[in-house]
């Protein structure tokens, strides 16, 4: 794989803020947004709400003004849990919300007790029937919210269910991920006061109301790291262009760690080397600025690779190494043990037939296809469709042998998710 490839929109960015476009009638635009299912999902939540939406070339254009309905039904809701993120805002423009309990990623029992928890703090009824999640309140109240762990969503809901509370509110123990500031900044361009997005004490200073605005979404940092993954893996020598590599650091650091080679070069990242020369190093995934759990399954076919063993301990799922079995049918050697996972190194792939149980996992399961002898058979790839825009492709245009068939094996002429133009 040699080349240069550029970074989409990031997913955990862009449906948050779709989200977050509930809060104001009017017309949102949002720009650098992935195509790929999971934003498809989300603007036919916000369709079945009322707004409308039209998506051209890269930017979202979000009208909310005829949104009448506080109501997310199951069916659209189970396909993917980012849609809960929808709770904070129509609390808040609405008064209540009705949200079906989400399905999603199969990563464990992933809970909203933080997200119900907090609105209630911020002073909401909360009550649960029927699968779904009711939150009411007349105007939420400003107040100092702990979160037992900084969640991501929980974080996310809470500050958008803020923003027009009366008084002040505390977020504590916040989560620190880069799409928080993206969310930060995307609220206080609608006319939020917030302090402290993308840091552990979030302040916000509610106001009366917020106006639509236009925004572009922060680069993908996952979808980087898989494709930085994709070339160590396969001893290439790739840039990944359009992101700022701080927001990276801890991988880049285990990659290096690896014996890869990693250039960083203002909004561009290089990685080369040998797999050959690879050796293990032990991981653990946390909250960021830890290591990113989302780059934990591309991680471990790194590892499956370099010379001896390492550990690799999931601190923020359960049940994500669900894919480990599909890796050593593959070739790879690892146990599993609770949430540690010892991997084997120095192994080689051979071709296979295998299954995506998930997003992330689908993503790996195709780069240790890549570096694997002979043809792998990757099923189940509508995982991948949720989250990275134009995957093949983009991975083709750098040199991968890899294409997308249909259920009889037969060669797919058109991509289920257009290759973006270029930027
Ligand atoms: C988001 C990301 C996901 C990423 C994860 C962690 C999106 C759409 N998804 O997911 O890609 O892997 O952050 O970086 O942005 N928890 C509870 N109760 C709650 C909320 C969470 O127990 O109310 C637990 C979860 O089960 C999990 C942990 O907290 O074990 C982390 O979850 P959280 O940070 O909320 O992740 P998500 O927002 O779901």
Not at 23 to 43: E, F, K
Not at 244 to 254: E, R, V, Y
Request: with cysteine; hydrophobic share 40%; net charge negative.
């Amino acid at each position: 794989m040699t080349g240069r490839l550029h970074v989409s929109g990031a997913k955990n960015s862009a449906l948050k803020l779709m989200a977050a476009s509930l809060l104001a009638p009017g017309t949102t635009r949002l720009h650098n947004v992935p195509q790929i299912q999971d934003v498809r999902t989300m603007s036919e939540v916000l369709e079945f709400l009322g707004a409308v939406i039209d998506f051209q070339d890269g930017t979202l254009t979000i009208d909310t003004t005829k949104v009448e309905s506080h109501v997310a039904p199951y069916d659209l809701v189970q396909r993917m849990r980012a849609s809960i993120q929808i709770m904070g805002p129509l609390l808040n423009r609405f008064g209540r919300a009705r949200v079906a309990m989400p399905g999603g990623c199969n990563l464990g029992p992933r809970k909203i007790d933080f997200h119900l928890r907090g609105l209630e703090r911020l002073g909401a009824t909360v009550r649960a029937d029927h699968g779904f999640v009711e939150v009411s309140a007349e105007r939420l109240r400003g107040t100092s919210i702990f979160l037992d762990y900084p969640s991501v969503g929980a974080t996310e809901n809470l500050l958008m269910a803020a923003v027009t509370a009366t008084g002040t509110t505390v977020i504590d123990n916040a989560a620190r991920e880069p799409e928080i500031l993206d969310l930060g900044k995307f609220l206080i361009s609608m006319g939020a006061r917030i302090e402290g997005a993308g840091t552990s004490r979030i302040e916000i200073h509610g106001v009366d109301e917020l106006s639509p605005t236009e925004h572009t979404v922060m680069p993908d940092r996952i979808e980087a790291g898989t494709y930085l993954v994709a070339a160590a893996v396969t001893g290439g020598d790739l840039e990944v262009e359009g992101i700022t590599p701080h927001i990276l650091q801890m991988f880049l650091a285990k990659l290096r760690a690896v014996g890869v080679h990693v250039q960083e070069n203002g909004r561009k990242i290089r990685v080369w080397g040998s797999p050959g020369d690879y050796t293990g190093t032990d991981v653990a995934t946390l909250p960021y600025p830890g290591f990113p759990t989302d780059l934990q399954a591309p991680m471990m076919v790194l590892l499956s690779l370099a010379q001896g063993s390492s550990i690799v301990t999931e601190n923020v799922f359960e049940n994500r190494f669900g894919f480990v079995d599909e890796l050593i049918r593959l070739g790879a050697d690892i146990k599993v043990a609770g949430h540690h996972a010892l991997v084997n190194g120095g192994r080689s792939f051979t071709g296979a037939i295998v299954r995506c149980p998930d997003l992330r996992a689908g993503a790996a399961l195709v780069l240790a296809g890549m570096m694997g002898e002979g043809v792998t058979e990757v099923r189940d790839i509508f995982h991948i469709d949720r989250g990275y825009e134009g995957f093949t492709e983009k991975l083709r245009s750098v040199g991968a042998d890899l294409e997308r068939v249909d259920a009889e094996g037969e060669p797919l002429d058109r991509p289920l998710v257009e290759t973006p133009s270029p930027s």
